[in-house]
């Protein structure tokens, strides 16, 4: 299963970017869906996920460095999932990865050796 992630490109500290990822190839809308950025130079970061919990409803997850800032809404019509980043800040520079898988349990939805699908990574640069 391939995923496409697109948006990613420059902005100024507190601006916003939307990041986009889809499937042509399976229905996003019962997947664990999870973000996941690499800063140069380091490990990759949980920043957020959104696990089904019914018909159409679904629970979210961030990390610490980003609460509040941003969310991981889905459209199931365009079977996309997005990332939406406000009040960035120049340490969320870093490549992001979408990823999917079809069930993980309780809260191994952080941990990225749990999903089995990946998309190829979309840079985001912020400027102070």
């Known amino acids: 299963v391939q995923l496409q992630a697109s948006g990613g490109g420059s902005v100024q500290a507190g601006g916003s970017l939307t990041l986009s990822c889809t499937s042509s190839?399976?229905?996003?809308?019962?997947?664990?869906m999870g973000w996941f950025r690499q800063a140069p130079g380091k490990g990759r970061e949980f920043v957020a996920a959104?696990?089904?919990?019914?018909?159409?409803?679904?629970?979210?997850y961030y990390g610490d460095s980003v609460k509040g800032r941003f969310t991981i809404p889905r459209d199931n019509a365009k079977n996309t999932v997005y990332l939406q980043m406000n009040s960035l800040k120049p340490e969320d520079t870093a490549v992001y990865y979408c990823a999917a898988d079809p069930a993980i349990k309780g809260s191994d939805y952080a941990t990225e050796d749990e999903y089995d699908y990946w998309g190829q990574g979309t840079l985001v640069t912020v400027s102070s």
């Open positions: 190839e399976v229905t996003l809308r019962t997947y664990v």
């Open positions: 959104s696990t089904r919990i019914g018909s159409n409803v679904y629970k979210t």
